[in-house]
């Protein structure tokens, strides 16, 4: 069965510098991977998705991730955080092995950037 | 563009009470689904259609029904809420193909 783990419940940084929100997956064929942010008392927003193609992903606000087969992670990344980045993460896998083609849901991370 | 509209945002309700949740789509996606969320447990599938007149079971289908008439709307029926059942829901929408979901804003509930 497909799976994602994100293995941190919190991640701290502060303003300026890089972030980084692990993510490890686990899917049978090809995997289509993607990033959620939720800010409080919201839905989720989309950030960016791998599909096919080059490795390193650009999505909105200037977040990043970067799809390694070999380590099955989709680390999603930030050269410089900002305060009004903090918020809930999620990364999530579409299924295409059930009939229902969901996506299947980390845990959450957590971020939280400091001024 | 609305894009997905739930309701209601939120509802305090008693146990043994009928529920539903609206999700109404106006982007045409054939795709449909209903989430739960909790805190540590992120977001679960309830159920889902994969197109009008089609349901199928989700990850925790078990106290919820849905149905799929038309395209546009996919309204989560609770035929008698139990506290267990308190949670934020979430309705989303999407294409066959393997891009992105679009989610409303929510609908929490409380079960008293």
């Known amino acids: 069965a497909q799976s994602v783990a994100q293995p941190e419940d919190q991640v701290n940084v502060a303003e300026g510098n890089p972030l980084t929100v692990k993510c490890t997956y686990s899917?049978?064929?090809?995997?289509?991977l993607f990033w959620y942010v939720q800010y409080p008392n919201r839905g989720l927003q989309f950030l960016l998705k791998?599909?096919?193609?080059?490795?390193l992903v650009k999505g909105s606000y200037g977040f990043e991730a970067e799809f390694n087969k070999s380590q099955t992670s989709f680390h999603l990344k930030k050269p410089s955080a900002l305060v009004s980045d903090s918020a809930l993460y999620f990364c999530?896998?579409?299924?295409?092995?059930?009939?229902?083609?969901?996506?299947?849901f980390g845990k959450g991370t957590t971020l939280s950037v400091s001024s | 563009i609305a894009g997905i509209t739930q309701a209601p945002t939120s509802q305090i309700l008693a146990a043994g009470r009928r529920m539903t949740l609206r999700c109404t789509q106006d982007?045409?996606?054939?795709?449909m689904y209903w989430y739960r969320q909790d805190l540590g447990l992120g977001l679960r599938l309830i159920h889902y259609?994969?197109?009008?007149?089609?349901?199928g079971k989700g990850e925790v289908p078990d106290g919820y029904s849905v149905s799929r008439a038309n395209t546009d709307d996919f309204p989560l029926t609770l035929a008698s809420a139990v506290p267990s059942q308190t949670s934020v829901y979430f309705c989303?929408?999407?294409?066959?193909?393997?891009?992105?979901?679009?989610f409303g804003e929510g609908s929490r509930l409380t079960v008293l």
């Open positions: 999530a896998v579409r299924d295409f092995n059930q009939a229902g083609t969901a996506l299947i």
């Open positions: 989303a929408s999407g294409t066959a193909g393997p891009g992105e979901l679009f």
């Open positions: 982007m045409r996606h054939n795709a």
């Open positions: 899917v049978s064929g090809n995997p289509y």
């Open positions: 791998y599909i096919t193609g080059d490795n």
């Open positions: 259609s994969n197109t009008a007149g089609t349901t």
